[in-house]
């Protein structure tokens, strides 16, 4: 395979907008030949990627999936410009190939799923960008979750905008449908994490200031403003943190209790979720 040079790479990559990764695998398939492989990049969709750019992939379908013994989990989330094309069967059934793959190699970040093989002849990511070509609008897999536990139960939401995937402590048949309970939960009430010791540190100093501030609005007196503010952090942790959000299909639990009246020792030790 011919050796191109970093010249030849920044050159292509000015006249395409293309990937530094992308225009060297077409200068050497293309013999260094910079018009062959313009064309090259052009039959893999990939230039007319990089022009759509700046286009927004609003649209698209998610896929939440686990592995046979439900001790891993994936949510991918393949977006599109439009809901027309989200909606054909060929990108619904892309997503769910991507998302196969995705858990049966099991790659920690969204860069290393892009570089798995798909189908043997060419990686995910060029598929991807192959696709633009076909479709006619900027595709690109927004955002890819994994997820481990002792068992992990799925919820994907019929319109396929919004999927969860939620671990349980416990791993057992008679915990299948609380873990699709809980996991519908986080869809409908999307908690910011599983309990209020998950939280970014970032989000309870900023709910803090907010609760000064309103109180500070409210006419209250200086030395009373971080008490009332520490009592609305408190409601905060019991309406957006999971285990101790009330439990949907029971108000009169919280989703700690809900669990712990099944088994003392459940719990749910991580989730994932992706809506568009």
Known sequence: ???????????????????????????????????AAQDWLRKKGIAKAAKREDREAKEGVV??????????AV?????????????????????????????????????????????????IGEKVGEQVGVIGEKIEIGRYEPLTGAQILTYNHSNNKRSVAVALSKNGNEFEQAGRDIAMQIAAMNPVSVSRDDV???IIEKEIEIGKELARNEGK????????????????????????????????????QYLRSLDKDLTVTGFKHISL
């Open 1 to 35: 395979m011919t050796k191109v040079s970093a010249a030849d790479i920044s050159k292509l990559r000015e006249l395409t907008g293309a990937g530094m990764m992308d225009c060297k695998k077409a200068l050497e398939e293309s013999n260094g030949d910079t018009e």
């Open 221 to 256: 007196a200086e030395d009373m403003l971080e008490k009332i503010a520490m009592g609305r952090l408190n409601k905060f942790f019991q309406e957006s943190t999971l285990l101790s959000q009330k439990f949907v299909k029971n108000n009169d639990q919280t989703v700690d």
């Open 75 to 123: 949510v991918i989330a393949l977006n599109c410009e439009t809901d027309f094309a989200a909606r054909n069967e060929g990108f619904i059934a892309m997503a769910n190939k991507f998302a196969a793959i995705a858990i049966e190699n099991f790659p920690a970040t969204l860069e290393a799923l892009l570089a798995l093989p798909f189908e043997g002849a060419v990686t």
């Open 200 to 202: 970014d540190p970032k």
């Open 63 to 72: 896929i939440a999936t686990t592995n046979a013994d439900q001790t891993r």
